[in-house]
């Protein structure tokens, strides 16, 4: 086998694109690398599913019909066959090319085309491996495969068998946005099309030759662990974040690691001509689109911001408020289908109105930012974190954060804020009272906007990125002449 010299052509394999299909950071942070390094000159390719958005006259892109077709049959467990047939649409995004896959008859696009962008994730997952190699097949193979959390794998990993049976190294990086542990028996991974041939895996010492279903059960049908094995690089968003997947898969991994962080856009130009006086008068905006509970506008302004699952902890800011006299929450909460949660949420909310509001509501751009700005602080209670891309937008308008000491965040935040300890209600509150009474001082607002400048921009992205990609090739290399 040869490996590529250089890095040039890149499929990038997501489920999420900031501005096409999104549910959260990891959507931003693939159109970020995407973005990035096609600025750098790199020619790049986003495959993702459609999840339907090629069906809606409102979606506010553009698709053009591509000349592809993948159709055929999957075995079940049962013995039948099971028809598929996929096509795609594609758009264009600063540079980039971005495949939707979709469904072409009832059966396939019934899954495949589900407007939730997780909903039937694993059958998700096994047509767009399926959709991925035959991509390559009709229009080549890249320099490099990038996939992006769990349901991207099983699509890396085919699309370099394919290479690997042509006699090319394609390096292959997984980046972990966020951990999951989903688990199948190997016939997931054929449903998928991967064939179960013998093939190189890096074992520390150097390559060895077995078959993909033993390094498949090895791992007890994980398709995260199947991924870390199988990658040549495996990247993750922050240090700390870093050191817990190390915990959960081994030392042994550390030498094909890296890190990239996420960035942001946002800049202290967004909100010229606001003014923290303007504080009340951007909450009274807020209650005007619809709100839970209400604020009785006599304390200091905190924020809290993100999806209400129990990840980010929006329960915990609320029940600080109980040692946090002077505090004033406003929540800018993102439904994420977790009912119980967000009923849970409101009910605390509720209880605790004039000091704490809830709006679910879309927040325009602006109004959105002039909030973080006005702000004393943003409420960062995160039972778990890789990252934490809310604390850098924040950070970026020199607002500084109160985080919980969970996976990247105190790397983020870096001793401009407060950290406090998971899942401390009491300990978040007194941090919560010492902003809002003015008893903490924060450092000055452009010297904490200075720091997010310093190291959370797409450049500086893209340099993390492309010293991930020289890793992967490195290994890809070995694996080479293995």
Known sequence: MRAPEKIRRVYIIAMEFGGLVKVGG??????????????????????????????DPNRGFDLYPLDFRACGERRGQDGGAYPYCLGAEATYVEGVKVVMFKGLDYTTGHIFDRWGVYEYAEEKASLLARAAAAFAERFGLPDLIHVNDWPTVLA?????????RRGLAIPLLFTVHLSWDYRFPW????????????????????HRWEHYSAVWDEGWGSVERFGVVEADAVSTVSYGYLEELLRKYGEWIRPKTCVVYNATDWSLKEVEGVSEGDVWRLVEEVERLGVVGGLDKNGGLL?????????????????ALDHAPSARLLVLGIPSGDFGYEEYVKRLVWERRGRAALSTAKIPPRLYKALHYVAKALVMPSRWEPFGISAIEAMALGTPVIAAKVGGLPEVVD????LVEPEDVEGLGR????????????????????????????????????????????????????
């Open 187 to 206: 016939h997931y991974a054929e449903w998928s099309g991967l064939q179960n041939r013998r093939h190189p895996v890096w074992r520390v010492c150097c």
């Open 431 to 482: 941090a919560m009272e010492a902003v809002a009474s003015g008893r903490y001082k924060p450092p000055p607002r452009q010297y904490i906007a200075s720091y997010v400048d310093a190291k959370f921009r797409i450049g500086n992205v893209v340099d993390m990125l492309e010293r991930c990609y020289e890793k992967a090739r490195q290994f890809a290399y070995f694996r080479a002449v293995s």
């Open 415 to 418: 001793g401009l804020g407060l």
């Open 26 to 55: 990891l959507g931003e942070a693939v159109r970020q690398y995407a973005v990035g390094l096609a600025r750098r000159g790199y020619d790049v390719t986003v495959l993702m599913p459609s999840h339907g958005r090629h069906l």
């Open 303 to 319: 924020l809290a911001v993100g999806r209400l699952t129990s990840q980010k902890g929006i329960d915990l800011a609320v029940r």
């Open 156 to 164: 890396g990993v085919a699309l370099r068998d394919a290479a690997e």
